[in-house]
Protein backbone atom coordinates (compact mmCIF):
# COMPACT_ATOMS: atom_id res chain seq x y z
CA UNK A 1 0.00 0.00 0.00
CA UNK A 2 1.35 3.27 -0.83
CA UNK A 3 2.45 5.11 2.44
CA UNK A 4 0.30 8.66 1.74
CA UNK A 5 -3.26 5.90 1.75
CA UNK A 6 -2.23 4.75 5.51
CA UNK A 7 -4.35 7.68 6.93
CA UNK A 8 -7.17 7.49 5.26
CA UNK A 9 -10.11 6.92 7.77
CA UNK A 10 -12.85 4.51 7.39
CA UNK A 11 -15.96 4.34 9.00
CA UNK A 12 -18.30 1.18 11.06
CA UNK A 13 -21.08 0.75 11.94
CA UNK A 14 -20.36 0.77 15.82
CA UNK A 15 -21.95 -2.84 16.47
CA UNK A 16 -18.32 -3.54 14.60
CA UNK A 17 -16.78 -4.06 18.13
CA UNK A 18 -19.45 -5.91 19.77
CA UNK A 19 -19.37 -8.74 17.10
CA UNK A 20 -15.78 -8.99 16.85
CA UNK A 21 -15.74 -9.80 20.13
CA UNK A 22 -17.99 -12.73 19.86
CA UNK A 23 -15.91 -14.22 16.74
CA UNK A 24 -12.75 -13.61 17.87
CA UNK A 25 -11.11 -15.28 20.62
CA UNK A 26 -8.00 -12.98 20.90
CA UNK A 27 -9.89 -9.52 20.31
CA UNK A 28 -10.26 -6.80 22.87
CA UNK A 29 -11.50 -3.29 23.37
CA UNK A 30 -10.05 -0.40 25.29
CA UNK A 31 -11.71 2.37 25.90
CA UNK A 32 -9.52 5.51 26.83
CA UNK A 33 -12.52 7.48 26.97
CA UNK A 34 -16.12 7.66 25.73
CA UNK A 35 -14.74 8.52 22.35
CA UNK A 36 -11.20 6.74 21.93
CA UNK A 37 -10.13 3.43 22.90
CA UNK A 38 -7.83 0.27 20.82
CA UNK A 39 -8.52 -2.35 19.31
CA UNK A 40 -6.32 -4.89 20.26
CA UNK A 41 -6.56 -8.24 17.92
CA UNK A 42 -3.80 -11.02 17.78
CA UNK A 43 -0.43 -8.94 17.75
CA UNK A 44 -2.20 -5.41 16.53
CA UNK A 45 -3.47 -2.17 18.24
CA UNK A 46 -5.19 0.06 15.97
CA UNK A 47 -6.60 2.69 17.84
CA UNK A 48 -10.09 3.92 16.88
CA UNK A 49 -12.11 7.24 17.34
CA UNK A 50 -15.92 7.58 17.30
CA UNK A 51 -17.35 9.84 15.29
CA UNK A 52 -19.56 12.54 16.37
CA UNK A 53 -23.01 10.44 14.60
CA UNK A 54 -21.49 7.23 16.43
CA UNK A 55 -19.71 5.71 14.03
CA UNK A 56 -16.21 3.89 15.22
CA UNK A 57 -13.24 5.58 13.44
CA UNK A 58 -9.76 3.52 12.03
CA UNK A 59 -6.94 3.94 9.97
CA UNK A 60 -6.58 2.26 6.33
CA UNK A 61 -3.10 1.60 7.19
CA UNK A 62 -4.26 -0.16 10.45
CA UNK A 63 -6.64 -2.01 9.54
CA UNK A 64 -5.04 -3.55 6.26
CA UNK A 65 -2.27 -4.92 8.33
CA UNK A 66 -4.66 -6.95 9.61
CA UNK A 67 -5.28 -10.98 8.42
CA UNK A 68 -7.88 -11.20 5.52
CA UNK A 69 -10.55 -12.87 7.63
CA UNK A 70 -10.63 -9.99 9.90
CA UNK A 71 -10.57 -7.19 7.10
CA UNK A 72 -13.47 -8.89 5.50
CA UNK A 73 -15.13 -8.96 8.96
CA UNK A 74 -14.51 -4.86 9.35
CA UNK A 75 -15.79 -4.52 5.53
CA UNK A 76 -19.30 -6.27 6.48
CA UNK A 77 -19.46 -2.77 8.70
CA UNK A 78 -17.64 -0.49 6.43
CA UNK A 79 -20.39 2.95 6.01
CA UNK A 80 -20.12 5.59 4.03
CA UNK A 81 -17.17 8.38 5.04
CA UNK A 82 -18.62 10.26 7.83
CA UNK A 83 -16.39 13.42 9.40
CA UNK A 84 -14.13 12.46 12.01
CA UNK A 85 -14.36 13.33 15.74
CA UNK A 86 -12.73 16.11 17.47
CA UNK A 87 -10.84 13.67 19.97
CA UNK A 88 -9.91 11.38 17.51
CA UNK A 89 -8.64 14.19 15.19
CA UNK A 90 -6.66 15.87 18.32
CA UNK A 91 -4.88 12.45 19.51
CA UNK A 92 -4.55 11.04 15.87
CA UNK A 93 -3.28 14.25 14.27
CA UNK A 94 -2.31 16.78 16.59
CA UNK A 95 -0.89 14.54 19.00
CA UNK A 96 -2.73 16.18 21.87
CA UNK A 97 -3.72 14.41 25.34
CA UNK A 98 -7.64 15.22 25.17
CA UNK A 99 -9.96 14.14 28.21
CA UNK A 100 -13.39 13.41 28.67
CA UNK A 101 -14.76 16.28 29.81
CA UNK A 102 -13.77 17.85 26.33
CA UNK A 103 -16.93 17.46 24.07
CA UNK A 104 -16.82 15.57 20.84
Do not use: A
Request: hydrophobic share 40%; with cysteine.
Amino acid sequence: MKRSLRLVPLFFKKELLENLKELLENFEVQRDIDYLGQIRVESHIIPFGISPNGYVTCWIGDINDLPNEIIDEFKRYLIFPDRLGKHFFKSQIQGEFVDEGDPN
